[in-house]
C-alpha cells in the first residue's frame, strides 16, 4: 500500500482544514487507517484512526470532538476534518495503515506510511 498525504497548510488558531490521503492497491478497503503527527524533536503521536469498515472511530484525547476521520472506499481516500485548530495543533500529519493491529495508537502498529504533509497554525 502506497500512501499520499496532501491538504496541509498554514490557518490561523480557530480555523480548519482537511487532510487527505489517497492510498494505491485495490485492497485498500480492507486496511484501518489512520494519522499521526509530529512535532520536530518529539515522538509521533497518535491522532486517529478509522477501522476498514468505517463503523469505528478512535481519536486522541487531544483532538477529540475537533477532529472527524471519515474514509470513501470507492475513492481509497481517506479524510481527517480538522477544526477549532490550536497552534498546538501545528505539526507534520501522517497517513497510516495497516491490516489490522490490537494497539491502534502505537506507530509500530502500522507498517504503511505516508511521506507527510505539514499543518501550521499561527496564534
Known amino acids: 500500500v502506497q500512501l499520499q498525504a496532501s491538504g496541509g497548510g498554514l490557518v490561523q488558531a480557530g480555523g480548519s482544514l482537511r487532510l487527505s490521503c489517497e492510498a494505491s492497491?485495490?485492497?485498500?478497503?480492507?486496511?484501518?487507517m489512520g494519522w499521526f503527527r509530529q512535532v520536530p524533536g518529539k515522538e509521533r503521536e497518535f491522532v486517529a484512526r478509522?477501522?476498514?469498515?468505517?463503523?469505528?472511530?478512535l481519536y486522541a484525547d487531544s483532538v477529540k470532538g475537533r477532529f472527524t476521520i471519515s474514509r470513501d472506499n470507492a475513492k481509497n481516500t481517506v479524510y481527517l476534518q480538522m477544526n477549532s485548530l490550536k497552534p498546538e495543533d501545528t505539526a507534520v500529519y501522517y497517513c497510516?495503515?495497516?491490516?489490522?493491529?490490537?494497539?491502534?495508537?502505537?506507530?509500530?502498529?502500522?507498517?504503511?506510511w505516508g511521506q507527510g504533509t505539514l499543518v501550521t497554525v499561527s496564534s
Open positions: 497510516v495503515a495497516t491490516s489490522g493491529t490490537a494497539l491502534p495508537t502505537i506507530t509500530g502498529a502500522y507498517p504503511y
Open positions: 492497491g485495490r485492497t485498500f478497503r480492507s486496511y484501518d
Open positions: 478509522i477501522r476498514w469498515s468505517g463503523g469505528s472511530t
